[in-house]
């Protein structure tokens, strides 16, 4: 493109100046200023009315145009649309500062767009984030030598299209958002397309932030990450809790219709709007929070939702242009109420109760316990991490009574102390637990049980909890006997040699800690069942290793199958047992054989020791020999399997093994199939040959 003449560039000075002269009646511009520092002063000012030119379609806010970044667009031409190409005079990049890029006319600003900013952009679900100059990320000041601190250096970045953090180099930003679709979070942080737009303004100004998980919509609070600074606290890592504790309430909706359910921490209420959304009239839900501003913000995203509050009239109103309803009925009802978690359990019976307070949960058990109705449920999530995962120590003493110390199998461990004081608080109130599951990961601990009632069940559920003798030497671990009379040498339950070889006292005793199985097979393929019937692809991995691992076996094929499932008892659910005799010799007059009493399904599980899993697990790198090459863990694996013992993986470790052989079986075994370091691998191929050859 050929250059403009100096005589032709004056002139478009002039005629930029006349134009804004004209159209602003209300600015004067002196004929002292100088035309192009007027065309730069109303350059600088373009990022901060680019938000201003991309809402003049919708007076009103929205939250696309108050949360989204400008580097952030779909199209080449939205950048482009951030200052006018179009109009005459100098023009100033709006994501670059003045002192890096000088205003220029509007062929070299397409060009700047184009070849910096548009070319290495980063393409998340259609957004393309391009790369910023502006002061949004700053290098930290490095003190000079003699002693001033200089300024920090401003740094190209991109903003993420998610968690709008900040983020220097464009492979960094790729593996941050794969990061992000690993955890699920592949919702952006804001939504250019939400059903229903939020009109008004949060208190601090700015607008309500539109979270859209599992098909339901929420509105946050612009600080909803910091539990210190909002009341309506929301976690996006928890999505994986939400999930499971649904598919939970949707296998109990199949054995009872309707029944009550309580989300007692509603805070933003997208749990319970997500019972009420997807199981419709099978669920009562109820929502309570102590706080005001979260019950005002649950109603809200009732209304967001298209459901209806009970005993509100205003709230069944549904917004126009809504979907998912008929005729503005709307698709479901929830009751939100504004009471403390105690208080409510206290006053009403429920089928569900999950209980997900900030930090642990064992003030409520005992209000929990109190109305829980018999063979409901009781799920109880805990994020107090430091005092479970062996960090506070205090703490632990202090909530559950516990003694623990940091172990290989430190998550397993949290998951049975917790199960501990939900046994002990279902034996107060004379009920007994069965766990269907406890799954511990980084964020949170998540155990369901399913509550039994009577003395018998409680007493049954009391001799589960005993303490662990735990060996600080080789790790090797095992609850204690059951019995009053004290035993002269505990060492002796041990099965390693670990007090004869060496000086002192070499174990430490745990707990007291949960010592039955974690998992329900057949309530987890019914989980299963529940997961892929309503899309939630996340969990379903997850589901799949729990279902292994709790029958202790490595075959997936087992997982899916009709005869699997015939062949699951529960204990306590007579629904389950029922369910096996319809397709045999059934009862159909409807009453209750002798032989199918919920106590004596207990006895008989209880005789029955190898439907339960093996207790704990052991990582396969903390024991490995030094200077050998150990074997791949699935193959590893296949050679517990022919040595005679029962494995499976484990979720609470990537390289952990559960199985019922002996510390010392599980290292012969290791020993036995792993290669030396030095030894050429293609001089042998069968690790036995190499075994005998050292020999």
Not at 141 to 160: E, F, K, M, T, W
Not at 177 to 204: C, M, Q
Not at 582 to 594: I, L, N, Q, V
């Amino acid at each position: 493109m050929a250059e403009l003449k100096e005589g032709d560039t004056e002139q478009l000075h002039q005629e930029d100046v006349d134009i804004k002269g004209g159209g602003d009646s209300d600015t004067l511009v002196p004929e002292e200023r100088q035309p192009a520092e007027d065309d730069v002063s109303s350059a600088s000012s373009t990022v901060g009315k680019t938000e201003a030119l991309a809402g003049d379609n919708d007076a009103k806010p929205s939250t696309t145009t108050s949360d989204r970044h400008i580097s952030i667009q779909t199209k080449l031409e939205g950048l482009e649309a951030l200052t006018d190409l179009n109009g005459a005079g100098r023009k100033a990049c709006p994501l670059c500062p003045e002192e890096k890029f000088k205003a220029c006319y509007s062929h070299k600003l397409r060009r700047h767009l184009q070849n910096l900013h548009w070319k290495v952009y980063v393409e998340f679900e259609g957004q393309k984030m391009c790369i910023c100059h502006l002061p949004c990320r700053q290098l930290r000041p490095s003190p000079s030598p003699n002693g001033d601190q200089a300024p920090g250096r401003l740094v190209a970045h991109y903003h993420c299209v998610v968690c709008s953090v900040t983020i220097a180099r464009k492979t960094d930003m790729i593996s941050h958002l794969k990061r992000h679709v690993n955890k699920g979070e592949t919702e952006a942080s804001y939504s250019g397309s939400s059903d229903v737009p939020f009109e008004e303004p949060a208190p601090s100004g700015q607008a309500y932030e539109i979270m859209k998980e599992l098909g339901t919509n929420v509105q946050l609070m612009p600080n909803h990450t910091t539990p210190q600074k909002t009341d309506t606290y929301f976690n996006r890592k928890m999505k994986t809790n939400r999930q499971l504790v649904f598919c939970s309430l949707a296998v109990l909706a199949e054995e009872r219709n309707p029944l009550e359910s309580l989300d007692a921490f509603g805070a933003t209420g997208i749990m319970g709007l997500q019972w009420a959304k997807h199981l419709r009239n099978a669920v009562k839900v109820t929502i309570t929070d102590i706080n005001e501003v979260c019950v005002k913000m649950i109603r809200e995203n009732c209304n967001l939702n298209h459901i209806r509050v009970e005993g509100s009239r205003g709230s069944s109103r549904v917004p126009d242009g809504g979907a998912g309803d008929v005729d503005g009925v709307p698709i479901a009802t929830v009751e939100v109420a504004k009471m403390d978690a105690n208080v409510i359990m206290h006053l009403r019976s429920f089928d569900y109760i999950h209980l997900d307070p900030f930090g642990t949960a064992v003030n409520y058990l005992d209000s929990a316990f109190r109305n829980i109705r018999n063979l409901g449920i009781i799920s109880v999530t805990s994020t107090d991490t430091g005092s479970l995962y062996s960090k506070s120590l205090n703490v632990t003493m202090r909530h559950y009574g516990s003694n623990i110390v940091r172990t290989e199998y430190y998550k397993e461990l949290a998951a049975r102390m917790v199960l501990s004081a939900v046994a002990r608080a279902a034996a107060r109130c004379n009920k007994g637990i069965e766990v269907l599951l406890a799954v511990a990961v980084e964020h949170f601990v998540l155990v369901v049980v399913r509550v039994l009632r009577g003395p018998t069940q409680a007493d049954e559920s009391a001799k589960r909890i005993r303490q662990l003798i735990h060996c600080q030497w080789c790790e090797e671990r095992v609850f204690l006997k059951q019995g009053s009379m004290v035993e002269e040498n505990l060492y002796r339950q041990l099965p390693c040699t670990c007090h004869g070889s060496m000086p002192g006292k070499t174990a430490v005793e745990l707990g007291p800690l949960w010592s039955g199985p974690l998992f329900n097979t057949g309530f987890l393929r019914r989980m299963l069942f529940a997961a892929v019937q309503h899309s939630m692809e996340d969990i379903q991995p997850l589901v799949k290793t729990l279902i292994c691992e709790s029958e202790c076996t490595t075959l997936k094929s087992s997982v899916h199958g009709h005869t699997a499932l015939t062949n699951q008892v529960e204990c306590g659910v007579v629904i389950k047992v029922q369910k096996v005799e319809e397709s045999g010799t059934a009862d159909h007059s409807g009453k209750r054989k002798t032989g199918d009493e919920p106590g004596n399904v207990v006895k008989k599980l209880k005789s029955d020791g190898s439907l339960e899993h093996p207790a704990f697990y052991y990582g396969i790198h903390r024991h490995s020999i030094r200077g050998m090459n150990m074997p791949k863990l699935n193959r590893f694996l296949q050679y517990l399997t022919e040595a005679g013992f029962r494995v499976s993986r484990t979720h609470f470790d990537p390289t952990g093994v559960r199985t019922d052989a002996t510390l010392d079986q599980f290292k012969s075994v290791l020993t036995k199939y792993s290669v030396p370091t030095y030894t050429n691998a293609t001089a042998t191929q069968n690790p036995e040959e190499t075994v005998r050859a050292m020999e």
